[in-house]
């Protein structure tokens, strides 16, 4: 067998290849650095959740809170709710678009189910919430808005499955 020649073509993707991969190397580096570095934040989120706890009034056992020296009143599923919210939750029960939790301040926190899976983005509530009924006109237009849509979704199930039960002729 002879020596294998090498064409420059070949060379330059090599190099190439090799930075890219380099460049991967170092990415994945800072990324571990980072998640080492997300169990500092997280105790920094759990001293900043102690002290939302704390401010809490004892009237958020009847349904209202005090954010920012303003009394809120709190909707069933808020009470005793986490200050976190997941991009889910705020798009179901919140009824924000993305559009709308693109702009608003999250916290990136590791996925529970699976550590390779994207961190998840927590959004804080109170923001949420805010956004939210600034959005539908108040606590009432946000519940009006889920009753339409609850309304909407079934009138679409009712009309899918109308013929169900019918024999063909």
């Not at 060379?11 to 580096?29: C, D, H, P, Y």
């Not at 209202?64 to 986490?82: I, K, Q, S, T």
């Not at 889910?88 to 996925?111: D, R």
């Not at 529970?112 to 919430?129: F, N, Q, S």
Request: charged content about 45%.
């Amino acid at each position: 067998m002879g020596d294998i020649e090498i064409t420059e073509e070949q060379r330059e993707r090599m190099r190439r290849n090799r930075e890219r991969a380099l460049e991967i190397q170092k990415r994945k580096r800072q990324e571990s650095e980072r998640n080492n570095g997300t169990e500092v934040d997280e105790k920094v989120e759990e001293s900043t959740l102690k002290k939302q706890k704390s401010s809490v009034d004892e009237s958020s056992a009847a349904g209202r809170v005090e954010e920012n020296d303003v009394d809120v009143e709190l909707e069933d599923f808020e009470v005793g709710a986490p200050p976190f919210v997941t991009k889910k939750e705020a798009m179901k029960m919140y009824l924000l678009p993305e559009g709308t939790l693109a702009v608003c301040k999250y916290t990136e926190k590791q996925n529970p189910r699976h550590r390779g899976w994207t961190a998840m983005k927590l959004y804080d509530r109170v923001e949420i919430r805010r956004r939210a009924r600034e959005r539908w006109g108040g606590i009432r237009g946000l519940e009006k808005e889920r009753q339409r849509r609850e309304e909407k979704r079934f009138q679409n199930d009712l009309e899918k499955t109308k013929n169900i039960f019918d024999t063909p002729s």
